[in-house]
């Protein structure tokens, strides 16, 4: 299989008043490959959120990338690739939310609390896609019928304060899946769902997968990164300590001691 991303020699940097400069991930090198579910592992803190960040150009400013380049579906896309600043995020605008998405942690923060829920949901299959409002709405609702939210249609006319977090979690998971990126990354996705709807969840990921994306994972459940992931990439303080198919991290773990496997 292609690879969708390519990340070589990433180094990411973050200045502050309090600490100084902190390095989050030190020369990370991954691969993501067309049709390949990889789990990036690790405690808080180890740089995993950072890493994908910096993939989808959404460092804070205070963050840079310091060096390594960050190829996707064949082209650097790093800041350092790009005349100006200007270009760089005029070119990821392009790209992000059709052939590249991001699932954040935090839903809540991603939402704009203004406005409803269906409309965001809308928003970015009418940005990306030929369709009129109408028809936007009605596949919003579609896509949240299919992640198991009952009454769809209700939710959709509900504004994000006015859901719970589960409910909130899968209108982002919506929106991640609405446009079939080529390369989608979600980071901790399963945080408020429970068993039933996270294998569901983990069946539309298996399913963007077969239609040949690559889908990035970070995530702490072991169990479910078993049963879900191709690869599995274990991260700690900033770096990838061990990289393999998930029979070969789980059944032969070389970082045993920094992410203990427990049943």
């Known amino acids: 299989m292609a690879s969708v991303l390519e990340i070589k020699d990433l180094t990411v940097k973050y200045h502050t008043e309090e600490n100084g400069t902190v390095t989050a991930d030190r020369a990370v090198c991954l691969n993501a490959e067309a049709g390949r579910i990889t789990g990036i592992i690790g405690f808080s803190g180890s740089g995993k959120t950072s890493l994908m960040l910096a993939v989808m150009g959404l460092l804070p400013k ?63 299959l009418r ?15 579609e896509m949240l019928a299919a992640l198991n939210v009952p009454d769809a249609k209700k939710v959709c006319r509900r504004y994000p304060i006015e859901v719970n977090g589960g409910l ?17 990354i979600a ?39 078993e049963r879900l992931c191709d690869d599995i990439a274990v991260m700690n303080n900033g770096e990838i ?9 789980m059944n032969n773990p070389i970082s045993v001691g920094i992410y203990k496997r427990t049943d």
């Open 62 to 124: 205070e963050a840079e990338i310091e060096s390594g380049t960050v190829k996707f579906q064949g082209t650097d896309i790093t800041v350092s690739a790009f005349p100006d600043l200007l270009a760089h995020d005029t070119f990821m605008s392009g790209i992000r939310g059709k052939d590249m998405c991001m699932i954040f942690q935090n839903p809540m923060s991603y939402f704009d609390p203004t406005v409803k829920i269906g409309a965001q949901i809308a928003e970015v």
């Open 127 to 141: 940005n990306h896609r030929k369709c009129g409002w109408f028809e936007s709405r009605r596949m919003a609702a």
């Open 168 to 184: 909130l979690q899968k209108a982002a998971i919506a929106i991640g899946l609405a446009n079939k990126p080529k390369l989608l």
């Open 187 to 225: 980071d901790e996705p399963f945080s408020a769902l429970d068993a039933e709807n996270t294998a569901l969840v983990c069946e539309r990921f298996e399913e963007l997968k077969d239609q040949g994306s690559a889908v990035i994972v970070i995530l702490h459940d072991l169990c479910t990164a």
């Open 241 to 249: 300590v061990e990289l393999g198919t998930a029979a070969e991290v």
